[in-house]
Each structure stands twice: as structure tokens, then as C-alpha cells.
């Protein structure tokens, strides 16, 4: 069924008797062209490519849980392409400029708000460091602006510029930036790979990869056997476990990242707020939640949850840039486990086994990266070829050294 | 989380630094292909489960431990010195010798 302002009428008089369900939930069949291992936004996002870009529809996505039950529901809904590097720069604006048509392209409301990403500056030096980054985004064709502190503050008024320590100085301003309602990401790239034939299958967890010669030709799942042609693994925060049923080991290591919701408030701030003196960022949802995070719990977790000092330090840093905020009651924390790669980096590549592709190592960045990174994958396991804005993103680059190291940390996921 | 120290005894986990895997060992860095080093350096095997894994009790004996941990539940089965593996190491060879 077509959504549209004429399926909304005709539905509103018949009592919204008539939706069906956005997608099937058939059994899984024996044999596919393409498994893809991973029913989150980038293995449901690189169904979609595959049989809308590629004509391959012949695929089946194994998810463990039900869909989108991992990342893809547990970020804080930011979508931007702010990037310095220049493997980062292009691949991240092709995702952008994916996003900017994503609902006529899905048929499905996923709530883009391009309203703005301000990335706060608090020294001479760091607006020096933004400038460079404004001017690296401008000539690869993206939009930047450079704000001086007065600009900001029309923008967003509530936050404490005369912070002693970090006052305010400006921000580097990304427009065509802001959010987008997650869950409805991964819905919208269900229900579309669906409709083209793509089998969505739910509670199936992958439990083994069949290798025959050095080739993959099949996985071993809770819910039998299937064999493939081709199988991908877009498993973000397991993607260490899935290499090793194949043998493999990963430049990766999994930690928690946590994310924070406020009780719902009248509209305080209409933008994306980066803080520039510790890891914190600040929008609000629709709903009126304010919905901020920081950093990474720092020591290898597979829990998907967090422990209270990260808590406590995200509180600080949003009490350093928004003071205000300290009568504000928190209404719930979460956690979800990412790949962090040991550049920062994301990995779309082919892999030392025939027939098994890899999408891994999102670190804190997957959701804004979702359309791009199924396209790019898509691209990948249908030509066999990277796409070339993804040509960065390859296993090679650490052994030779050719690491994307986008915040200067060097090779210490815990740093990132 | 709670890491019981050794020296200190249970002590929070704000005290302590964390550095990752323990069991990687540097190769000797003039005799060692590159592709050994760049195995040291770049890939973890990244267990979902039983971990060994290296912390710095910083605000506290400043040693560093082996800690064991369950990386599903953070429960901690095992905290070590870190010297004593050395030392441990050393007597081995000493015997030999």
C-alpha cells in the first residue's frame, strides 16, 4: 500500500479499518542470492539498495532480536556531515544528500529535520581548528558557516556563555544538518525492501558461517540452515563475534555508549548543540525531550548497558554549557554496544573469504552514515567493486597505515 | 563496577585507567615482520565473555592489573598484579638457566 494524503482520507473514512502491516514476516526459505546478517538500519538500509538500486531482491535479512531492536533505536538521532578527512568528507555527504530525499525515495515519513548542527568553540585555538574544518567541508561541497559568539546566541540563547573556564566564543555551523526519528529509519527501509521481495526474517540469530574452500556458502541460524551466494554482515557492536564463526579477527573492540532522554519541556533549543570543551551534545526531540550523550563507558562491554560514572559525567558537562538544565529531571538512560574501530573509522570491505562482505567499526557515528553505508555496501557486494566514496573505508588501511584518524587519537578505540 | 586491587582492596572503577586487552605481546619491533606488528598494534579478538584486561589503579597503589571480567555483565572473576606475570615469567627462565 502507497502511503499519501489520498490512502490517509480514504483510510480516515473507512475508521482506519484497512492498513495492513508495513512488511511480512515470512519463514526463511533455503537457498538466497544475498544473506544479509543484521536487521538494523544498515543491514535494512542495504536490502533497500540492493533491490531498488541493483535489481538483486532475491535476499533475506537475518535478525536476531525483532527489527531494529539494536542501534538503530539507540542512538540520539543525529544526522550531519561535518567531517574533516578526506575519506570521511565525501561518503558522509553522499549520506546527507541521501538523507535529503530518503522519504520520497521510501515512501515513509522518518521525520528529517535538517535544523541546524552547531559544534561550540571555546579558545582562539579551536576556532582556528573549526575554521580549517569549515573550509575542508566548503570546498568538498558542503555547507558550513563559521559563527562568532553573538550568532550563537540567537541561536541558542540558554547556554551560559560567560562560562568561566570555556566561555562561548562561536560555532561551526552545519544547516543542512539536524535529526531524524530513528525507529522510523529502520521501519521505512524495511517496508520498502519488503514490497520489492526482500524476506525480513525476525528471530533468527546467526549461530555459524559455512565455509566450503575458502569460500562462504551458507549460514547456520536458530532457525535452520540457509545457504547464499553472497552473505554480509551488518552487525555493528557484534561484528567481532560474527568474523570470528569465519575465522576472523577485527581491528574492533565493543564498548557502551549511553544516551540520556529528559521529561518532555515546552521548545528550548530548535538545533543541534555540540559542546567544544568535553564530550557532550544536546537537541531536542519532538516529543519536547531533551536528548543529549558524551562519551563511551571506556572498557570493552557487550551489555547494553552503562554504569553511573559516564552518567555523572555527561551530567557535568551539560551543567557546564547549560546551567539551566541542573532543574531539569532526567527520564530514562540506555545503552547500546558499538564497534569501535581503532582509527574511528568504519570498515566496508570485502573480507579474506570469498562471498563474505563486512560492514563494521561505526563507533560512535552509525545512524547519520545509515543511508550511505547501505549504499555504498550495497554497491560493494552487487559490483564487487567499492563504491568509490567508500574506497577509504577498507581492511587494508591498517596494515599499511593509511588509518582515518578524523579526531587526531591514535590507534586507542578508548581514546575515540 | 567495583575492581578489588590487590594492594588496596575493593576499590570504585574511577580509580583505575583502562588500556584493553592483556594478552597481546609486542613483537620485538626490529625483527618482527610488519604484518606481525600490524597485528599487535590493530586487531583484537574482542570476546563476548571472559576477558583479560589490563587497568591502572591511578588514584590508588599506581599498579597495574590483570583484571578477568565478564564483558556481557562486567563481573569480575579475577584480578591479578600485572608485575607478577613478569616476575613470574623471569623465574621460568632463570630455572631454565
Known sequence: MRYSLFSLLSQTLRGHKGWTPAWRDPAPRPEYDVVIIGGGGHGLATAHYLASRHGITNVAVLEKGYLGSGNVGRNTTIIRSNYLLPGNTPFYELSMKLWEGLEQDLNYNA???????VNLFHSDAQRDAFARRGNAMRLAGVDAELLDREQVRAMAPVLDFDNARFPIQGGLLQRRGGTARHDAVAWGYARAADSRGVDLIQNCEVTGITITGGRAVGVETSRGPIRAKKIATAVAGNSSRVAAMAGMRLPIETHVLQAFVSEGLKPLIDCVVTFGAGHF???QSDKGGLVFGGDIDGYNSYAQRGNLPIIEDVMESAMALWPGLGRVRMLRHWGGVMDMSMDGSPIIDTTPVEGLYLNAGWCYGGFKATPASGFCFAHLIATGQPHPVASAYRLDRFPAGRVIDEKGAGAQPNLH | MRITCPHCGARDAQEFSYLGA????????????????????????????????????????????????????????AV???K???????AKVGAKA
Not at chain 2, 30 to 36: G, L, Q, R, T
Open chain 2, 80 to 82: 591479578e598484579v600485572a
Open chain 1, 111 to 117: 521525520m528529517v529535520s535538517q535544523r541546524g548542527v
Open chain 1, 281 to 283: 551534545y544536546i537537541s
Open chain 2, 22 to 77: 592483556a594478552d597481546p605481546k609486542r613483537p620485538d619491533g626490529m625483527a618482527a615482520s610488519a604484518a606481525a606488528m600490524a597485528e599487535y598494534v590493530y586487531q583484537r579478538d574482542n570476546p563476548a565473555g571472559r576477558h583479560r584486561e589490563l587497568w591502572y589503579h591511578g588514584a590508588g597503589c599506581h599498579a597495574w592489573l590483570v583484571v578477568t571480567r565478564d564483558t556481557r555483565t562486567h563481573a569480575i572473576a
Open chain 2, 84 to 90: 607478577a606475570r613478569k616476575a613470574g615469567a623471569a
